[in-house]
């Protein structure tokens, strides 16, 4: 695989990046939304696909060798386990959080 | 590149090049393996003089130590041995010396990082040896918030600043070995072709990586609570202190598992090599190793059961202990069967390697019994874990790294050991490790708790014990310096194969060359093609060896 | 000037396999540095969820302009920096530099709009440690909002500085001429080094800028 094989048509990354910056208005225009308990995940979720664009596209994930998949995934994923167990004892624990 | 083929077959790396700079500014990782061994050494004996103190203080039920010298004693102990010593031990004196020999390359991937990781990690030693020189610290290895952000008036944040540093040396190993063993493998040597020494480095680095940068976010905040007063962990301010533990022990648990692993995998090579047979399990052992690494990272709560998390979070995580203890088990089974029926011969590597098992086997065991709730609310900060822990970081990673520098220092140096010197070294260690720290389970049934620097005059008895046993230790500790140290002079030379051995490793010279090979092998075999019969063998490249 | 010709070093066969083997290692270290910022940002989730009205409260001081501003500065320097990669391929030398140089002044441009909102968080009297004040209505565990958003935005502009560095460095290595089209790995890695750092910025955006609104 040649080096000039990994790279995109330049307007491609143009598009992706007006993407990126409209998937950041909707996240401004949602934070005025009052939506409740549903505004991080919003919020967050388009923070995650605008990540996901930045490293499919832009850091090149797409291109050889394919363990980068691993690597890049495995960051986050393991994130799941400290957030998880983590809530096994702050979601269940009395007098948590403290009042006042 | 013609150049470059005639310079592989050149002198050994010891004497290629003899400047100070050839070794100061090296990116051989032969090289890099001995320097970062003289830092663990000296480490080692500053934990160890600490220990020293420990057991002489506590000979007697009020011992000569000012109280608060005491706990700065216990907590260099725990910090010195942890990050300074066990941590970096196997991994980067024969990790780094020998992954590339055992996958068939000329060098790790990322050879100037490997020097860089070096000075890192001196680095960080300077800034311990600032905090401890400065007065020291009090708070236990652990560092728990409130008392280190608030009320300690050790040098916590030096010392949080030199674990810090000391996790970007960790990383920058572990990261140049994943990669490395994922792309520099010898064309031939697939996965399951790789010596279980090389998996247990992997399944390490994968642990280190994942692991330690939770570790370096927890000091920096500890950092900064400690030095501006603020309060993500002061309960007076809407912080939680478990809050510290949970991030601690999602990193420290894991660390344990650090410390182990590549135990493991170097007393796979030993058992294997001095039972003359092939390993019981192969597959089983490497998914054992992976599997260890991944549910290592789901059961750190439990160093927290007493600390005031839910019941609920608690019982999660002691079923979590009880599913990680399965494949440590599988290993034991698996390295008595490839005893069984094996043509064994005792010399000193194979002492370190049976006195693991036994050792391993005890501190496993006694996780499970902590690992039970019920009876954890009784033994948890007492002798009991002290002796639990100990038996698998003493017993267990001390043991299987002086089994592996014993195995491998003829590979290294090119000199034998006096095999008579190191067998009794090997059982003075078995002996003064159990004289150490079984009385410790005892002590701590009976309720001694940990981090006293007194104790009640009817305890007296079983400390004595251990504090003899520890002096018995410290002798068998010394004399390898020694007559390692005279071997380097005038041990017998050693040619490239002296156990007959079926690694990548034992087909070059003994010390090997600059560029480990002259033409990059061949693997055609798995590991530990061994004829238990007559005492036959394949190497991985190939050649049939009588 | 013509390029150097360049030998793999002794332990890779191809320029191709240290090139790759390059981009891999710079992608185990964004693991690490994902789960460093992602432990800081459970840190954040925990105490949001356990004080969703503080954290609001508190979060209406932070200076959404300079956000949002920083956000579209990092998101462009993106593009440039991976137009930037594409030059390099081709071997183009100026346009290389060129938006090489555009991806550093954005990343400059972000540092002093960070300075100045540093400035005005100041004058705000929402600095924990230095001069913090809990206004009316607020309540006092609001500054752990606060002292996250310090942390975090500091150890970003840490990382972003090294970015810089980086970026420099490569100008320099590019006026050398060491890249070539068949090997321009040093850049791509500090590409993705980039590309983390942006990253950072995504997720720190709404977690600071948004939580207030």
């Known amino acids: 695989m040649t080096a000039a094989a990994r790279c995109e ?32 995940v919003v919020e967050f979720g388009i923070a995650a696909s605008q990540a996901a664009i930045l490293f499919v596209l832009f850091m090149r994930l797409k291109g050889p060798p394919s363990l980068k998949w691993l690597f890049a995934g495995s960051g986050f994923f393991w994130l799941l386990f400290l957030y998880g167990l983590s809530m096994t004892d702050y979601a269940t624990r009395r007098g948590w959080p403290s009042p006042g | 590149m013609a150049t470059v083929a005639a310079d592989l077959e050149t002198p050994s790396f010891l004497t290629s090049e003899n400047t100070l700079s050839s070794w100061l500014l090296t990116r051989d990782h032969k090289r890099i393996a001995l320097l970062f061994f003289a830092s663990i050494t000296v480490f080692f004996f500053v934990g160890g003089f600490a220990a020293t103190l420990i057991r002489l203080h506590l000979a007697m039920p009020i011992g000569f130590l000012q109280p608060s010298i005491y706990n700065r004693m216990f907590t260099m102990h725990g910090v010195v041995m942890v990050w300074f010593f066990l941590i970096p031990s196997i991994p980067a004196t024969l990790g780094n010396f020998l992954l590339p020999l055992m996958i068939g390359a000329h060098d790790l991937a990322f050879p100037r990082l490997n020097l860089a990781s070096w000075y890192v990690f001196n680095l960080s030693g300077l800034v311990l040896l600032y905090a401890l020189i400065m007065g020291g610290v009090d708070t236990g290895w652990t560092f728990y918030t409130p008392f280190s952000t608030l009320y300690s008036n050790g040098y916590v944040l030096a010392a949080a600043m030199a674990v810090f540093i000391n996790g970007f040396s960790t990383i920058m190993t ?36 994942l692991a330690t940068p939770v570790l370096a976010m927890t000091v920096l905040i500890l950092a900064v609570d400690h030095v501006l007063g603020v309060g993500l962990f002061d309960p007076g301010r809407g912080g939680d202190p478990l809050l510290y533990q949970h991030l601690f022990w999602f990193y ?19 058992v294997t090599c001095y039972a003359r047979k092939t390993v019981f399990g192969y597959t ?30 608690a019982v999660v995580f002691s079923l979590m202990t009880f599913f990680v203890a399965v494949p440590s088990a599988i290993k034991v089974f698996n390295w008595t069967v490839t ?21 391993f086997t005890v501190g496993g065991l006694t996780g499970l019994i902590v690992a039970t709730l019920a009876l954890d609310v009784h033994l948890q900060d007492t002798y009991f874990i002290i002796a639990h822990f100990h038996y698998i970081m003493v017993g ?13 220092w003829p590979k290294i140096t090119g000199r034998f050991y006096p095999e008579m010197w190191a067998r009794f070294a090997a059982i ?54 020694g007559y390692l140290g005279w071997s380097l002079i005038w041990g017998r030379r050693a040619g490239p194969n002296p156990w007959h051995a079926t690694g990548l490793e034992w087909q070059v010279s003994s010390p090997p060359p600059q560029y480990n090979f002259a033409r990059t092998p061949t693997v055609t075999i798995g590991p530990y093609a061994y004829n238990t019969e007559d005492g036959s063998y394949t190497a991985q490249d190939g050649t049939v060896h009588a | 000037m013509p390029s150097r010709t360049l030998h793999p070093e002794i332990q890779y066969r191809t320029l191709d396999q240290q090139g790759e083997t390059a981009q891999l290692g710079m992608w185990v270290f964004i693991a690490t540095e994902t789960l460093f910022f992602g432990a800081l940002l459970f840190v954040y989730f925990l105490y949001r969820r356990a004080y969703p009205a503080a954290f609001a ?29 594409n030059a390099a391929a081709d071997g183009r030398r100026r346009a290389i530099a060129a938006w090489l140089v555009a991806t550093a002044l954005l990343g400059f441009v972000f540092l002093g709009v960070k300075g100045y909102e540093y400035y005005a968080d100041y004058a705000d009297q929402v600095v924990p440690a230095v001069n913090f004040m809990i206004k009316a209505g607020e309540a006092p565990v609001g500054e752990l909002f606060w002292v996250f958003y310090f942390v975090a935005t500091g150890l970003h502009a840490v990382h972003l500085s090294i970015g810089l560095g980086l970026i420099l460095y490569m100008l320099r290595r590019v006026r050398r001429g060491d890249l070539s089209p068949a090997y321009y790995a040093p850049l791509e890695v500090v590409g993705l080094y980039w590309g983390f750092v942006d990253t950072v910025w995504l997720f720190l955006y709404p977690a600071i800028y948004l939580v207030g609104r």
């Open chain 2, 428 to 481: 003075l260690t078995f002996t003064g490790f159990n004289l150490t720290f079984f009385p410790q389970f005892i002590l701590g049934y009976l309720g001694m708790p940990r981090r006293y620097y007194a104790y009640p005059p009817e305890w007296q008895p079983w400390n004595v014990l251990s504090s003899a046993g520890a002096s018995i230790l410290a002798v068998a500790y010394v004399l390898p310096l």
């Open chain 3, 57 to 85: 409260q508190a979060g209406k001081d932070a200076v959404l302009w300079c956000g949002t501003v920083n956000l579209v500065l990092l998101l462009t320097s993106s593009l440039t920096m991976v137009l930037s990669i």
């Open chain 2, 396 to 408: 267990g990673t001390v043991s299987a790294f002086f089994g592996g520098l014993h195995y491998w």
């Open chain 1, 9 to 40: 048509p330049a307007l491609l990354y143009v598009i992706a990046w007006l993407t990126m910056l409209l998937l950041a208005g909707i996240s401004l225009g949602s934070a005025y939304l009052e939506l409740g308990v549903l505004a991080p």
């Open chain 2, 284 to 313: 089983g052992m490497t998914l054992a190793l992976m599997a260890i690494a991944v549910i290592s990272f789901f059961v750190w709560g439990h160093h927290m059961f007493t600390a005031g998390i839910s019941i609920y979070s």
């Open chain 2, 339 to 359: 005893l069984h029926k094996g043509s064994i011969s005792f010399d000193a590597p194979m002492i370190y390697a049976l006195g693991f098992v036994l050792l």
């Open chain 2, 174 to 209: 572990a990261l140049n070995f994943v990669v490395t063993t994922h792309r520099l493998r010898a064309p031939g040597m697939t996965w399951y072709r790789l010596p279980l020494f090389v998996w247990a480095i992997y399944s390490t680095s994968i642990v280190m990586l």
């Open chain 2, 252 to 270: 420290s648990h894991p660390a344990v598992y650090i410390m182990i692993l590549p135990a493991m995998g170097v007393v796979s090579e030993l």
